[in-house]
């Protein structure tokens, strides 16, 4: 039976990831995908094994092997040997500094005619229907203002707080 994908690597490809298992630095995921990718190697002088005696031979699944077959052929060795397969980094932002401020004012001010506090959900419909942003999602405005002293069940902390003078 042939291979839907075989994985041939170039002299280049072939030498990088020889560096990267024998430097053994990277993470260890990265290391296995170097191993299987080198062993699955059918360019002439390769070893070319089956699935089976890759899964074996590092102690993973032949669905494992399978799928780093299928991301060498599709999308190439960079992202074969990447440990994640996500974006890298940080999630972005959903608002920036300004709409963040607005969101900590509107908190902090009165709840809507008819409610004793502002709920989440309402911060969010009122942020939108005010024009500061698109859409923003309850659980983002939480985030927000678990970042701060801002409660929804009182005033803001800041705003409420009594100053106190040391007696002298």
Same mark, same amino acid.
């Given at each position: 039976?042939?291979?839907?994908?075989?994985?041939?690597?170039?002299?280049?490809?072939?030498?990088?990831?020889?560096?990267?298992?024998?430097?053994?630095?990277?993470?260890?995921?990265?290391?296995? /995908?170097?191993?299987?990718?080198?062993?699955?190697?059918?360019?002439?002088?390769?070893?070319?094994?089956?699935?089976?005696?890759?899964?074996?031979?590092?102690?993973?699944?032949?669905? $494992?092997?399978?799928?780093?077959?299928?991301?060498?052929?599709?999308?190439?060795?960079?992202?074969?040997?990447? /440990?994640?397969?996500?974006?890298?980094?940080?999630?972005? /932002?959903?608002?920036?500094?300004?709409?963040?401020? /607005?969101?900590?004012?509107?908190?902090?001010?009165?709840?809507?005619?008819?409610?004793?506090?502002?709920?989440?959900?309402?911060?969010?419909?009122?942020?939108?229907?005010?024009?500061?942003?698109?859409?923003?999602?309850?659980?983002?405005?939480?985030?927000?203002?678990?970042? $701060?002293?801002?409660?929804?069940?009182?005033?803001?902390?800041?705003?409420?707080?009594? $100053?106190? $003078?040391?007696?002298?």
């Amino acid at each position: 039976m042939s291979k839907k994908r075989v994985v041939q690597l170039t002299d280049e490809q072939r030498r990088e990831c020889l560096e990267l298992v024998r430097r053994g630095t990277a993470p260890a995921r990265s290391i296995t /995908h170097a191993q299987v990718l080198l062993k699955a190697d059918a360019s002439p002088g390769g070893p070319a094994w089956t699935d089976r005696a890759i899964a074996e031979a590092f102690g993973i699944t032949t669905v $494992t092997v399978g799928a780093i077959r299928k991301t060498m052929v599709s999308e190439g060795l960079p992202t074969a040997l990447s /440990h994640y397969r996500g974006t890298p980094g940080k999630p972005e /932002h959903k608002l920036d500094g300004r709409q963040e401020a /607005h969101l900590i004012a509107l908190a902090c001010g009165a709840p809507p005619e008819g409610r004793a506090r502002w709920s989440l959900r309402l911060l969010s419909e009122r942020m939108v229907e005010l024009g500061y942003v698109d859409s923003v999602s309850y659980n983002t405005v939480g985030r927000v203002l678990k970042k $701060t002293n801002c409660s929804l069940g009182a005033r803001c902390a800041s705003a409420s707080r009594p $100053t106190t $003078t040391q007696p002298s």
